[in-house]
């Protein structure tokens, strides 16, 4: 059975910072594309970041460019996201997700794995 789980989310003031981690297990992901989206209340799901198998290829929503890195560890089948300058708007669920492809998208339609969340609050 294929698994994502999401670690690291909590509560943290503006200007702090969270790593969140993003384990799977059941298969490899290391030949596939992974992305982070989030989930605020009242809202749709969102694109965070996306990155290609081999790491070398990031892609981020300009509301958090400059401030999240994505990253991945194939040898721990495992994807980061290292949140800096946090303010109140990113406060969400925020969710990892596998594609079974290869080639990066940042439409949540596009993946068909999914973790079960990890709220981060973000508060000013």
């Known amino acids: 059975q294929v698994q994502l789980v999401e670690s690291g989310g909590g509560l943290v003031q503006a200007g702090g910072s969270l790593r969140l981690s993003c384990a799977a297990s059941g298969r490899t992901f290391s030949r596939n594309a992974m992305g982070w989206f989030r989930q605020a209340p009242g809202k749709g799901r969102e694109f965070v970041a996306a990155i290609n198998w081999s790491g070398d290829n990031t892609y981020y929503a300009d509301s958090v460019k400059g401030r999240f890195t994505i990253s991945r560890d194939n040898a721990k089948n495992t994807m980061y996201l290292q949140m800096n300058s946090l303010i109140p708007e990113d406060t969400a669920v925020y969710y990892c997700?596998?594609?079974?492809?290869?080639?990066?998208?940042?439409?949540?339609?596009?993946?068909?794995?999914w973790g079960q969340g990890t709220q981060v609050t973000v508060s000013s």
């Open positions: 997700a596998a594609r079974s492809r290869v080639v990066v998208t940042t439409s949540s339609f596009s993946y068909d794995y």
